[in-house]
């Protein structure tokens, strides 16, 4: 096997209280393919209130979106692809513990992955 070929592993450890310590120690490993596929329509919902960006994102593009106006996607070179209107409100984070999922259209040849990073303004969060 070519071990450099390999990009990345993820190694997922489920129900451990925040701030525990665990030794990982692994048997046979498996490789399973990764086929990076378009992400459908994705949207946020923070705190109950959601927001689309309807359309389709291919892998290594973003979306930027400031709170009103068009959103923006552009592709893994920064070049602008479209703009569309956002389905809903700009979410509003508030200060302390928010609820934040991220959702998109499921089903064959749709892609369910994407990093999210949320960029606030206005007035310090406290």
Same mark, same amino acid.
């Given at each position: 096997?070519?071990?450099?070929? !390999? ?23 498996? *490789? ?6 378009? !992400? ?10 959601? !927001? ?70 206005? *007035?310090?969060?406290?």
């Amino acid at each position: 096997m070519a071990y450099d070929a !390999i990009d990345r592993i993820y190694v997922f450890v489920t129900n451990m209280p925040a701030g525990a310590k665990t030794a990982v120690h692994f048997g046979q490993l498996e *490789a399973l393919k990764e086929t990076p596929q378009g !992400i459908h329509n994705p949207g946020l919902t923070v705190n109950g209130a959601a !927001i689309t960006f309807p359309g389709v994102m291919q892998p290594g593009w973003y979306l930027e979106y400031n709170g009103t106006g068009p959103v923006r996607v552009f592709d893994e070179n920064g070049n602008k692809q479209v703009e569309v209107e956002p389905q809903g409100k700009a979410p509003i984070i508030r200060n302390g513990d928010n609820k934040l999922s991220f959702s998109c259209d499921t089903g064959a040849g749709k892609g369910q992955s994407a990093k999210v990073t949320l960029i606030t303004h206005g *007035a310090a969060l406290k």
